[in-house]
């Protein structure tokens, strides 16, 4: 959705609240007592839906990203709105430049909110089919004076560790016989270390048992072929990075420039939340002007239902 599209469709807070009110009558809605999607009364004067099963009473934000905050609906579906409009994303101080927000710190929880319903969304989907898998190792902010005492390259403190993942498809030009390999979705988390325990519940969680993984040969990853159909190991090289394992590699340039781009790097506390913003738009880079709507229903999606 364009910005003029914005401005027709949603002018004010009553029409955020017709939009949010029907979208959540059409998907159900989630009671936290009876535990299930029931059958919700709505109460036009109070605004508030009411369970028939239990009569517990649910606000429009309820069980979405915007519970328990105090902005106002227009001002959440105007941040969906600039959160979206960008392969590249804000800085957190022009996004509360475009919100007029008063403070620094609420721009920047709001933006978090978003961040971490994107990484819920994709936790939702596995990897499947021919499955590339290799780590990136990002700097991460630290301050000056204990930066001078730390190591350099790979390895040294100064460096979060993200395991990045991503389905490959070989595909072959009928034409000129060419190979290649077209990409599919990505998935990225935070390590605390590469050791076999880590790696393989990564793996675990986000590939299906049926894929054939790629990976380089790290003695880490050698007993990864008991979670998977086929484990292929290839040897680190400059054949290996543009050819079985491009799509990683490609990806972890995209984050590096991503992150020091726009954020100057960021601290490891809050890395994943940006790696959930940089695989979410990744993963739906085809979706254009749509990705206004997927991202608000990413954020009214009840995922407190999958976590019980």
Known sequence: MNIFEFINHF?????????????????GIYCKTCKCISKHYWFSGRKFFECSKCRRRSSLKSGTV??????????????????????KGFSCLE??????????????NLM?????????RDDLYFLK????????????????????????????????IVAVASESTPLEDPDSGIKSRHCGFFKMRVLQDVTKESVEQFVAETVTPKSVLFTDKNSAYYNLERLVEEHVKVKSSPDSTSG????????????KKNLLGIYHMVS???????LNEFVYKLNRRYFGEKLFNRLIVTSIYPYVQHSE
């Not at 491009?246 to 340039?253: D, E, G, L």
């Open 268 to 274: 490891e506390k809050y890395l994943q939340n940006y």
């Open 11 to 27: 002018p004010n807070e009553e029409s955020c609240e017709i939009f949010l009110k029907t979208y959540r009558d059409n998907t």
């Open 66 to 87: 915007m519970e328990s905050s105090n902005l106002s609906l227009h001002t959440w579906f105007t941040a969906f709105l600039l959160m979206s409009a960008t392969k």
């Open 112 to 120: 978090h909110k978003i961040r971490s319903v994107m990484g819920k």
């Open 244 to 255: 079985d394992l491009n799509w990683v590699h490609v990806a972890i340039s995209n984050l």
């Open 129 to 160: 089919g021919i499955v590339e898998y290799d780590e990136a190792y990002v700097r991460k902010a630290t301050q000056h004076e204990v930066q001078k005492r730390l190591k350099r390259g790979k390895g040294s403190q100064n460096h979060a």
């Open 95 to 108: 996004f509360q430049r475009q919100l007029g927000l008063k403070r620094y710190e609420t721009a920047f």
